[in-house]
């Protein structure tokens, strides 16, 4: 299910956006939406979105990738700012290839990493070729 099909509220029917989608948008909207490479090869889905509580800014999407209704899936901390929104096809886009992906750092839904830990940070955004602002460094 895409963003647009779980706006219960009818805030993405609002026109006039100068951006590639709307200009702002629902968090739990996001949840589930999909998540493909530049080769449109599947990369999983949208488990939850990290906010950064200090600057109110969108840290890191939790993707979703492998196993079966739940069992078997590893998680992966994905800098959002390594995410595009796909408008046509309603999902993100991620520029990571299936193999690099699968070589990924990642964890299981009961045993998540130190997200504050600064080497963690920095070991995610070289990972995916972000860059991490100062936001995002634990203080």
């Not at 956006?17 to 990369?43: H, K, R």
């Not at 992966?76 to 299936?98: E, G, H, I, Q």
């Not at 130190?114 to 080497?119: F, N």
């Not at 070289?126 to 460094?137: F, M």
Request: glycine share 12%; charged share 20%; aromatic share 10%.
């Amino acid at each position: 299910m895409n963003y647009e099909e779980r706006d219960s509220y009818g805030m993405y029917q609002v026109q006039g956006s100068n951006g590639p989608g709307p200009a702002l948008m629902g968090a739990d909207t996001l949840l589930g939406n999909d998540v493909c490479n530049l080769q449109q090869e599947s990369l999983g889905d949208i488990k939850e979105i990290m906010l950064d509580m200090r600057t109110g800014r969108i840290s890191y999407a939790v993707l979703s990738f492998g196993g079966f209704l739940g069992v078997g899936e590893k998680l992966f901390a994905v800098p959002w700012s390594a995410l595009a929104l796909d408008t046509v096809n309603k999902r993100f886009t991620l520029n990571v290839t299936l193999a690099r992906l699968e070589e990924a750092p990642g964890f299981d839904k009961d045993s998540w990493p130190d997200m504050a830990d600064p080497a963690w940070v920095q070991g995610v955004h070289e990972y995916y070729g972000t860059q991490a602002s100062v936001g995002d460094l634990p203080t």
